[in-house]
């Protein structure tokens, strides 16, 4: 594959270089080469505006649509993760929980304590 000669295209603007480095490794494990561009900018260069510094992934312009569908997934994991939900104690069977379930591993009862 000649680099010259593809099309590279910015797939996702990330919130700080972690959230860019840890898509850039789901990527990866996908098969999608992406490239962390503008965190190098951070406190260099001061006189950018914001949005230039902030770092972004850069892919192959063949692997933008299936890089956005597993950006988007990886985002809405991480928004349900951040849900405030804590672990719990089955009312039922008195199985403990972790936050991740939402019926009860043991006997599927519906958590009611929370939501
Ligand atoms: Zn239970």
Redesign the pocket.
Known sequence: MDMSDDKIVEVYSADDLMDAEHIRRVLAEEGIIAKVVGASLHGIIGDLPAQLATPRLWVHEEDFARGRQIIELVKQEQRERSQTRSPWK?V??G?ENSADFEI?W??Q?VDETQD
Do not use: A, L, P, V
């Open positions: 089955c039922s069977c199985e009860c043991s006997c009862i």
